[in-house]
């Protein structure tokens, strides 16, 4: 092991130790191997020396020539042409239709419930993305794929693998999260596929309707051998802490803390897809309401750790501003986690300082 300075890294170099920001915000995780973009990363975060191992290893030489075509791309653009992204989106879509079939399987009552079994394809796909670090830069860039709720399932178990570590929970707390992320909609499969599958926003009605899936879902696996907080999970993933969720307007600490990561996960996860009816909102916009009004629906610990590390993942993303400008993320404000600098040129726009301008979208 050996300490390297950030302008002497070069792509192969392994990381040797989590890298954190000074603030304490995860980086990159141990075992990283770098590649451009991880360069990126750590300059973006103004970190001085980091600690690689003595031997570097290849880095896929695809990834890196691709890269190279044209360094004008955005931070976005770049990744969705290296050849991790590509696998990743092959397999995440690969494992949305297994998962469609296996939740079938169960709802039939053809095979058991082996939480372990369901969620190994979360681990591969967590690995294969960079770990927590790299988690939401491959979500981020695959929003406009298919709204499936399987895909869904699949994002929302992603994320709250990354937020329970980001929680730094015992493993096993994550692991629950995870399983809770990867189930919560069970209880869709047993929904009027018409329903489910209606390519148009919803009426009120089928809204309420819509809602039964939370009980169906609990029926199905309350009598069944795993631990109560994943079917907590199940049930209480649209509970708020003030009473406004269902189904049975809890409040506060009669909801499960496990449950409540998964409510944060499926709230983002929803938003920031594209829908038929309606584009992605950007994430900078959903940041905002939850800095404005999550406080009150939401547990305090799991939204500040959500938005505080979230906002960290667009550091080296390039925005659009509402006056038209575009630019890269190159400092988040903690004070205010909606309004970072970016760089717009050669000038450095402090959107905490310029209220008349925000984010309209990540490009
Ligand atoms: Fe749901």
Redesign the pocket.
């Known amino acids: 092991m050996k300490l390297v300075s950030v302008n002497k890294l070069e792509p192969g170099m392994v990381v040797s130790e989590n890298i954190y920001t000074l603030d304490d915000r995860l980086v990159l995780t141990k075992g990283t191997v770098l590649d451009s973009n991880g360069i990126e990363k750590i300059k973006a975060h103004s970190l001085y020396n980091i600690f690689v191992e003595n031997e570097k290893k290849p880095v896929a030489a695809s990834t890196e020539k691709k890269e190279k075509v044209d360094p004008n791309l955005s931070y976005s653009q770049r990744l969705k042409n290296t050849e991790s992204f590509i696998r990743f989106k092959q397999h995440i879509e690969e494992n949305a239709e297994k998962l469609e079939e296996s939740f079938r399987l169960i709802a039939n009552e053809s095979v058991p419930l082996d939480v372990d079994k369901l969620t190994e394809p979360v681990y591969h796909l967590f690995v294969e993305a960079g770990g927590s670090a790299g988690v939401f830069d491959m979500l981020h860039n695959l929003r406009d794929s298919s709204d499936a709720v399987y895909m869904h399932s699949l994002n929302v178990s992603l994320i709250c693998n990354t937020l329970a570590t980001w929680m730094r929970l015992p493993t096993e707390t994550i692991q629950i999260a995870t399983a809770g992320g990867l189930l919560?909609?069970i209880?869709?499969v047993l929904m009027p596929p018409d329903l489910v599958n209606k390519t148009e926003a919803l009426t009120e009605y089928e809204q309420k309707a819509m809602r039964e899936?939370?009980i169906k879902g609990y029926d199905l696996v309350k009598n069944m051998d795993i631990d109560q907080r994943i079917k907590n999970c199940i049930l209480m993933?649209?509970e708020m802490r003030d009473g406004s969720g269902y189904p049975f307007h809890i409040k506060n600490d009669q909801i499960d803390e496990v449950a409540s990561i998964v409510t944060v996960a499926?709230v983002y996860e929803a938003l920031t897809a594209t829908r038929t009816y309606r584009a992605p909102v950007c994430p900078f916009t959903i940041i905002a309401n939850f800095e404005d009004n999550g406080i009150d629906k939401y547990s305090p610990n799991v939204i500040m750790t959500f938005l505080s590390n979230v906002v960290n993942t667009f550091i080296a993303n390039r925005v659009l501003l509402n006056n038209g400008q575009s630019g890269d993320i190159i400092f988040v404000n903690p004070d205010h986690l909606s309004r970072p600098t970016i760089k717009v040129g050669d000038q450095f726009v402090d959107l905490s300082q310029n209220r008349n301008l925000s984010i309209v979208s990540i490009i």
């Open positions: 919560h909609d209880g869709k899936h939370v993933h649209h499926n």
